[in-house]
């Protein structure tokens, strides 16, 4: 299944279909936890399953965990019964640290179980694609060297975040290859921390990185979607339209009328109802609202598709996200 030409037909089309990042609230209609289903594989393909089945979703998506690549470096993980997973502490804080940090084989942490459940997942959806959900290269190395303290090393000692982040591509490269090896369409990278760099400080710390996957993985027929929901956004487009990513997502910190008005036909934008605000705290008529106004100011681009701005939490109500499917009926 070709993602790129179908994302393409769908955002060209006068009746559009969404594509939002959904996923861990299957966790409420499957009677487990958070925690629980981030440790299964067959847990998370079920849940990968029943979005694409019970939803109109364009495409299936796996878990957004964030964690699971800084896992495999050895970061700790903060795990809570129904809250996803997060990193805590610091694995990188100076040269020597960076330097003697490995590149994990595959089988460290819970990186292959992830790729089961899309494995599995795959073989049960036969009508729609599936994207696999990945973290990208600068968030990766802000979780190993911690969120707050990779922006002091990237002025005072860049060359050992470069270091920190030549190694997550590496991995990440590698990850990502076992998913389409397993299945998957497309990858969803999420790059949120490169959000709040500047364009110059994006050009250095994550374009190139990012380049360096969407070389390694994207081709004819498999999709890199590349989300940031950092309010920086609109003024790296430059930087991170040179990506070459097959399309990108942009979270509700940004105005998506002006980003699609700043934005040539030939690149594909998602986005951007607010995960949190409507999905999650909304209503029925709130979420409905918000969607028909995203619509009207974005739907008439040929190059749109409709999406959360970014993961849709887990308690998020279910009768909030069929109301924000129901906008593209009819």
Same mark, same amino acid.
């Given at each position: 299944?070709?993602?790129?030409?179908?994302?393409?037909?769908?955002?060209?089309? $006068?009746?559009?279909?969404?594509?939002?990042?959904?996923?861990?609230?299957?966790?409420?209609?499957?009677?487990?936890?958070? %925690?629980?289903?981030?440790?299964?594989?067959? *847990?998370?393909?079920?849940?990968?399953?029943?979005?694409?089945?019970?939803?109109?979703? *364009?495409?299936?998506?796996?878990?957004?965990? *964030?964690?699971?690549?800084?896992?495999?470096?050895?970061?700790?993980?903060?795990?809570?019964?129904?809250?996803? #997973?997060?990193?805590?502490?610091?694995?990188?804080?100076?040269?020597?640290?960076?330097?003697?940090?490995?590149?994990?084989?595959?089988?460290?942490?819970?990186?292959?179980?992830?790729?089961?459940?899309?494995?599995?997942?795959?073989?049960?959806?036969?009508?729609?694609? *599936?994207?696999?959900?990945?973290?990208?290269?600068?968030?990766?190395?802000?979780?190993?060297?911690?969120?707050?303290?990779?922006?002091?090393?990237?002025?005072?000692?860049?060359?050992?975040?470069?270091?920190?982040?030549?190694?997550?591509?590496?991995?990440?490269?590698?990850?990502?290859?076992?998913?389409?090896?397993?299945?998957?369409?497309?990858?969803?990278?999420?790059?949120?921390?490169?959000?709040?760099?500047?364009?110059?400080?994006?050009?250095?710390?994550?374009? #190139?990185?990012?380049?360096?996957?969407?070389?390694?993985?994207?081709? %004819?027929?498999?999709?890199?979607?590349?989300?940031?929901?950092?309010?920086?956004?609109?003024?790296?487009?430059? %930087?991170?339209?040179?990506?070459?990513?097959?399309?990108?997502?942009?979270?509700?910190?940004?105005?998506?009328?002006?980003?699609?008005?700043?934005?040539?036909? $030939?690149?594909?934008?998602?986005?951007?109802?607010? #995960?949190?605000?409507?999905?999650?705290?909304?209503?029925?008529?709130?979420?409905?609202?918000?969607?028909?106004?995203?619509?009207?100011?974005?739907?008439?681009?040929?190059?749109?598709?409709?999406?959360?701005?970014?993961?849709?939490?887990?308690?998020?109500?279910?009768?909030?996200?069929?109301?924000?499917?129901?906008?593209?009926?009819?």
């Amino acid at each position: 299944m070709n993602i790129r030409n179908l994302l393409w037909e769908v955002a060209r089309s $006068d009746r559009k279909q969404a594509l939002p990042i959904l996923s861990f609230p299957a966790a409420q209609k499957l009677g487990v936890s958070v %925690e629980e289903l981030v440790k299964s594989a067959d *847990l998370q393909a079920q849940a990968i399953v029943l979005v694409a089945k019970e939803t109109p979703t *364009l495409a299936g998506i796996s878990l957004m965990d *964030l964690s699971v690549e800084a896992e495999a470096f050895g970061a700790q993980v903060r795990f809570a019964r129904n809250e996803v #997973p997060a990193i805590v502490g610091q694995l990188v804080s100076d040269a020597d640290e960076a330097n003697a940090l490995e590149v994990p084989q595959l089988s460290a942490g819970r990186a292959m179980l992830c790729v089961e459940a899309v494995r599995k997942a795959k073989a049960a959806i036969t009508d729609k694609p *599936l994207l696999a959900g990945m973290i990208g290269p600068y968030s990766l190395a802000g979780r190993l060297c911690d969120v707050t303290e990779i922006m002091y090393l990237c002025f005072d000692e860049p060359e050992t975040v470069h270091t920190v982040l030549d190694k997550a591509t590496c991995y990440l490269i590698r990850y990502g290859q076992a998913m389409k090896d397993a299945g998957a369409d497309g990858i969803m990278m999420a790059e949120p921390l490169a959000g709040i760099l500047s364009p110059d400080m994006a050009a250095d710390f994550s374009v #190139p990185y990012v380049q360096r996957i969407i070389a390694a993985l994207q081709d %004819e027929d498999f999709a890199v979607i590349y989300h940031n929901c950092g309010n920086a956004v609109p003024q790296m487009l430059d %930087e991170l339209y040179s990506q070459g990513a097959a399309a990108y997502h942009f979270g509700n910190a940004v105005n998506m009328a002006q980003i699609m008005a700043s934005t040539p036909e $030939d690149i594909l934008v998602m986005g951007n109802i607010d #995960p949190a605000g409507q999905f999650a705290g909304g209503t029925e008529e709130s979420i409905t609202a918000a969607t028909r106004e995203l619509m009207k100011t974005c739907g008439r681009y040929p190059n749109f598709i409709p999406s959360s701005g970014c993961d849709i939490p887990a308690h998020a109500s279910w009768k909030n996200i069929h109301a924000f499917f129901k906008v593209f009926e009819g």
